[in-house]
């Protein structure tokens, strides 16, 4: 069965340093791998994704990941926080061959203090 | 470009009662998927459209029920419902028939069941 962790449920951060949010994923076949952002009481917006190529992949507003087969893993990075990015992330896979159904992680809190 | 347009935004039902959401997707996307948003559950894949036609459906009741029109319009109906139906139900669009990209949401739409 395919599936999504995001191992934390909170994570904090100071504004200026570097912040992670973990996600590991489980899979058949290729992962189509995504990241979203939730900020209270909107939708999703979409932040990057892995597909094929680079393992390194870049997105929206400085935000990027790095897809690591082996460790079946998909991390969100920044190399420098900012109040603005606190919100609510998703991890997410797609499930192959069901179109738009996607799936994904419980997602994780991200708090940057000043 | 206009992104997906959800109504309404909010609205409160009791016990019993039926529901119909209304999703309007980016123009141009064939493809539109539900999701169900609780805290408890997280996010939850109700079904897809494409075309008109059902192509994916989740783990919900019967009384989750769904519909896309020729402009690609969709709406989804709840019927019967029940204290746990209170939920953020997020709507997405994507283009085309082999997705493997991004999917776009909407704002979604928060019932509140009393």
């Known amino acids: 069965a395919q599936s999504v962790a995001q191992p934390e449920d909170q994570v904090n951060v100071a504004e200026g340093n570097p912040l992670t949010v973990k996600c590991t994923y489980s899979?058949?076949?290729?992962?189509?791998l995504f990241w979203y952002v939730q900020y209270p009481n909107r939708g999703l917006q979409f932040l990057l994704k892995?597909?094929?190529?680079?393992?390194l992949v870049k997105g929206s507003y400085g935000f990027e990941a790095e897809f690591n087969k082996s460790q079946t893993s998909f991390h969100l990075k920044k190399p420098s926080a900012l109040v603005s990015d606190s919100a609510l992330y998703f991890c997410a896979v797609r499930v192959y061959n069901q179109g738009g159904k996607l799936i994904f992680g419980q997602g994780t809190e991200l708090s940057v203090k000043p | 470009k206009a992104g997906v347009t959800q109504t309404p935004r909010y609205l409160i039902k009791t016990r019993g009662q039926q529901v119909t959401l209304s999703c309007s997707p980016i123009?141009?996307?064939?493809?539109v998927s539900w999701y169900q948003q609780t805290p408890g559950q997280g996010l939850q894949f109700l079904f897809e459209y494409f075309s008109e036609t059902q192509r994916n459906k989740g783990n919900f009741p019967g009384r989750f029920s769904g519909r896309q029109f020729s402009n690609s319009r969709s709406e989804m109906n709840v019927s019967t419902l029940e204290l746990g139906d209170s939920a953020l139900y997020l709507c997405a669009s994507s283009p085309g028939q082999k997705n493997t990209g991004e999917l776009f949401f909407g704002e979604g739409s928060r019932l509140t069941v009393l």
């Open positions: 892995y597909i094929t190529g680079d393992n």
């Open positions: 123009s141009g996307h064939r493809s």
């Open positions: 899979v058949s076949g290729n992962p189509y």
